[in-house]
Each structure stands twice: as C-alpha cells, then as structure tokens.
C-alpha cells in the first residue's frame, strides 16, 4: 500500500504537475480561424468537375428520356424538379470548389448561365399544366450551358461532352 503514493508522486513530477515555481496554463478554446483551401490541381480538377456535373447530367438524361417516351405531363414534372435540384447543388459545388487558376473564368461563366436555367427548371417543377412545363423546360433548355461546359471541360483536358 505504500507503493501509491510514490507512484502518484512519480506521476505527477513526470507530469510536470509537481509543484515549483511554474503555473499550469490550460489552452483556451478557439475556432479555428477560416483559411482559402489550396486550388485544386489540374489532375484533382478533372475528377472533381465530373463528380459535380454527373447527378445533374443523369437527371437530365432521364427527362430527356421521359419526354421522347411521351410520359404524363406529372411524371415530367417530377423529373424536372430533380433537375432543379441537381441543378442548384451542382451550382453551389461549383461555387465553393477550389479550382485552379485557368479554369476560374470558365467555371464562372457556366454558372452565370446556370442561374438563368435554374430559375426556368425551379418553375418547371412548379408548373401547373403541361404547357407552362414545356414553356419551362424549353426556356431552361435556351440556357443549358453546354458551350460553357466543353470550355470547361476542354481547360480541364476531358473531351467535349456529346449527347448520344
């Protein structure tokens, strides 16, 4: 029973909490102070850009696919409001990526672009008849982005996208 107490002496002198003319300062809490992520390398770019771009791209795709197969003008409805919501996430995505340096003017110019498509794909997935959806869905169409993408997707060395 004697031992525990030379033990806990041990403990604390190793620990530094011994006693002496030193102060114990505890570390006061801080939020770390917010930082500019590094850019994306060219490499990381290409990957990353593809991840952001493939959930809307495959929504698309599948309102392109209902509308050739004559779907009812509801079901459409649906599929457009996955559009504008893959749309606006894929947007902010864009928005909050580090990108480097030759791809910023491309990326920002797709965005531009972007909003106006996504005003018409939120009021496409509002739509009250199967006119005002196709009004919309045509009005986003005007705006797809598709020659801001390839400028993209060229800077960033992927191939053009081409529909199939």
């Not at 020659?147 to 060229?154: D, E, L």
Request: glycine residues 6%; aromatic residues 6%; proline residues 7%.
């Amino acid at each position: 029973m004697r031992r525990w107490p030379a033990a806990l002496a041990l403990v604390l002198l190793l620990a530094g909490c011994g006693g002496g003319a030193q102060s114990t300062q505890f570390p006061t809490w801080q939020t770390p102070s917010p930082t500019a992520s590094a850019p994306l390398t060219m490499k990381e770019a290409k990957g990353r850009y593809l991840s952001i771009v493939a959930p809307y791209n495959t929504a698309l795709d599948e309102l392109e696919a209902a509308l050739k197969a004559g779907k009812p003008w509801r079901t459409v409805r649906g599929l457009a409001r996955t559009v504008a919501t893959t749309n606006a996430a894929h947007a902010e995505q864009l928005r909050t990526t580090a990108w480097p340096a030759p791809a910023r003017a491309p990326i920002a110019a797709l965005l531009k672009e972007n909003d106006v498509a996504l005003r018409h794909w939120q009021l496409a997935a509002e739509a009250n008849s199967a006119t005002a959806l196709m009004r919309e869905i045509r009005a986003a169409a005007a705006h797809d982005g598709g020659t801001q993408a390839n400028r993209v997707r060229t800077t960033l060395g992927l191939p053009v996208y081409k529909k199939s």
